[in-house]
């Protein structure tokens, strides 16, 4: 009986090396982590920067504001200054929430420190402050957003938290116009 089994299986591994049905299904299985993988950290970096750059550009155009005087004439407060920041970055990124505003008047350009916001243990730590100055005066705003990282593969330079979170930043340095 044994002799028998031994041609049987002989005969069955030619039948499976001839047959080439499925043959697509498999390679693509084979193919299709790495291939999903691929497109889930270009899609992870692309809307990364995407959320960069919309914060950065916010944080330009509100420093703009500070620059010129018109933050000073309306008055604004800290929790105004934020929301005009939001409002140029769009609250689809869940702004409000995630954004942290370091607005600090500086004796001289030497002094200019950027604030590093994760601690040693990884946790984001950010003490919010809002001087804006007056004519004349030197100032370093500092903006600070969260964002979730999708996929936990790839670091895309940014910093990132003990929670998984990038922590993007914007600065700008400048002087006071006379107002």
């Known amino acids: ?3 028998k089994s031994v041609p049987a299986m002989l005969l069955l ?12 299904a ?3 299985a084979m193919l299709a982590l790495p291939l999903f993988m691929a497109i889930f950290i270009i899609l992870e970096c692309a809307i990364q920067y995407f959320v960069w750059t919309s914060v950065d550009l916010a944080v330009q ?9 018109e933050v000073q004439k309306q008055s604004l407060d800290a929790a105004e200054f934020k929301s005009a920041v939001c409002q140029q970055i769009s609250n689809i990124f869940g702004c409000p929430s995630r954004l942290m505003l370091k607005v600090d008047v500086l004796k001289n350009i030497k002094s200019a420190v950027t604030h590093d916001p994760i601690t040693g243990a990884g946790a984001l730590q950010v003490q919010e ?15 600070f957003f969260r964002w979730p990282a999708f996929t936990q593969l790839v670091t895309t330079g940014g910093r990132k938290t003990n929670a998984g979170d990038y ?4 600065t700008t340095l400048f002087r006071n116009e006379p107002f």
């Open 129 to 143: 402050t809002y001087d804006i100055g007056k004519s004349g005066d030197i100032l370093l705003v500092q903006a």
């Open 167 to 170: 922590v993007l930043q914007s």
């Open 61 to 69: 155009r509100t420093a703009r504001q500070v620059r010129t005087g």
């Open 1 to 3: 009986m044994r002799a």
């Open 26 to 28: 498999i390679e693509f």
């Open 13 to 24: 591994a030619r039948r499976f090396r001839r047959d080439r049905q499925g043959v697509a």
